[in-house]
C-alpha cells in the first residue's frame, strides 16, 4: 500500500511540481495567513507534512530565522523541487526533508530524531489524503504537549455560488483532491474530548478554513 502511494504521487508530480507554485497561487488562500499567526516559541521545531515544493519552508524559515525546519511529503518527484527551493535560498542547514505517508511517518526513521515538534503544518494537504483522520491523529501524536497543529484547507465555500462550489470541486478533482470540511468537526470533538483547545477562522466566505489545534499538556497520574 505505501509503495503504490508512492507511486501514484509521484505519477501526479514529475511534470506538474516546475508549475506548481505558479499555478496553486490563484486558489491555495490563506497559507500566508497561516505562516503569519504561527507565533512560535524560539528555537522551535517547525515541521510541515506535505511540503510539497518547499515554498512555505522557505516562508516559515525567513519569517521565524531560528526555528528549526522539517519537511515531508509523499512525492519523490516534490522533494527534488523541495530540495531546490531550499537550496536556493540557502537554508540547507536549517531545513531537513524527509519522504513517508501523513498518517503513519516514523520521525526517527525520517529525520534520525523522534516528533516532539512544537508547530505541526500542514497546508492544503488533508483534502488530498483518503485517510485524513489518520493524518489529523498523526499530527496531534507528533507535535509536542501543548504543541501547535495548524491547519489550512478547503471548507464547504457556504457563501459562494453553487455554479462555483460545483466548478472548483471539478477543478480539484482533476487533481485528486476532495474537500474536507468536515475536518473541522473532527478537530472540534476532539476538543470536546479533552486532547487540545481549537480555533476555527473561515477564509473568504468559507471558501477555506484556518485552524489552530493546541494539544493538551501532560497530566501527571
Known sequence: MTADAFVRMDRMYRHQRHIYDLTRKYYLFGRDDLIRTLDPPPGARILEIGCGTGRNLVALARRYPDAHLFGLDASGEMLKSAATTVA???????????RGLAQDFDSQAGFGEPGGFDVVVLSYVLSMIPDWPGAVRRAIELARPEGLVAVVDFDDQRGWPGWFRKGLQAWLAR?????????????????????GHLRIDRVLGGYAYRLRFRTAPLTGT
Open 88 to 98: 536556493a535560498a540557502g537554508l540547507e542547514a536549517r531545513v531537513r526533508l524527509a
Open 175 to 195: 487533481f485528486h483532491v476532495t474537500p474536507q470540511p468536515e475536518a473541522v468537526g473532527h478537530f472540534a470533538a476532539l476538543a470536546e474530548a479533552g486532547l
